[in-house]
């Protein structure tokens, strides 16, 4: 049985720094790209950030790029998104994704086969 565990989140204060883990199982995780999307309250799931297997590949919301990274450790099953410089509007649960197409770094919820249940960051101002 394939999961996926977010941890990390938590409420910290704008400017202040997170880092995000999302530990997988039952899967290997070096066959698969690997996402962060987030959903605030009454929006939908949007892209945050997402690597290939490799982890040469990155890919970032505008939103995000230059405060956000993304990495991963396949040799542990884990990946990582730190997240410097945070903002309100950064408020959020953040899930974690696997994507079958382990070269590429979709940014669509339907590029995305496996999903974590959600960690919450909540910044306050």
């Known amino acids: 049985q394939v999961r996926l565990v977010e941890s990390g989140g938590g409420l910290v204060q704008a400017g202040g720094s997170l880092r995000l883990s999302c530990a997988a199982s039952?899967?290997?995780?070096?066959?698969?790209?690997m996402g962060w999307f987030r959903q605030a309250p009454g929006k939908g799931r949007d892209f945050v950030a997402a690597?290939?297997?490799?982890?040469?590949?990155?890919s970032y919301a505008d939103s995000v790029k230059g405060r956000f990274t993304i990495s991963r450790d396949n040799a542990k099953n884990l990946v990582y998104l730190q997240m410097n410089s945070l903002k309100p509007e950064d408020t959020a649960v953040y899930y974690c994704?696997?994507?079958?197409?382990?070269?590429?770094?979709?940014?669509?919820?339907?590029?995305?086969?496996?999903w974590g249940q959600g960690t919450q960051v909540t910044v306050s101002s």
């Open positions: 994704a696997a994507d079958r197409s382990g070269n590429t770094v979709g940014r669509t919820l339907a590029e995305y086969v496996y």
């Open positions: 690597i290939s297997w490799s982890g040469r590949t990155t």
């Open positions: 039952g899967l290997a995780l070096s066959s698969y790209a």
